[in-house]
């Protein structure tokens, strides 16, 4: 690990308040949750964007997307994380597995992480047919700013994994690898 883990048993302040918040929700006090609280601030943050934004796609669909771009991104730590999380959102075993190469079963899904990963490649430039699609496939503007809320949270969490070499603490999951 470049980033140490703080350690939530010698914690104290804020820090410990949402370390102790994070354990209650999960069971657990999740390493990129450990590392993040080196920086009080980006942890409270980070908390704050990712509550603020669970109101509009549900559960399924959140894991889901995280799950693809944590593919797409090469996030190990965090295709294990999603894996996980979503296996207890009650994502099925097989779209868990196909939602890292970007394909899930329901529809609706799908046309969010086509859009998801079209962000997450272009940065949001020339988006004129994935916003088309998306529409067609029946996402409001509400869904779709969502949906790139929920990117710059995947690509602020697979950066800082990649940065800290975060140890996984969830059942690991490898990541399927691309054909050149």
Known sequence: MTIQPVNPDTATGRVAELLAGAKA???MVPNMFRVIANAP???DGYFAFS???GNTL???AREQLAIALAGS???GYCLSAHTALGRMAGVSGDDLRSAQSGSVSDPKTQAMIDFALEVNRTHGE???SGVAAARDAGLSDEELLEIIANVALNIFTNAVNGVAE???DFPKVEIIKKAA
Do not use: H, S, Y
């Open 51 to 53: 509550g603020a934004v």
């Open 41 to 43: 601030k980006v942890l």
């Open 126 to 128: 020339n988006m004129q």
């Open 25 to 27: 929700k999960l069971g």
């Open 73 to 75: 991104n090469d996030c």
């Open 166 to 168: 975060t140890e996984i």
């Open 58 to 60: 549900n559960g399924k």
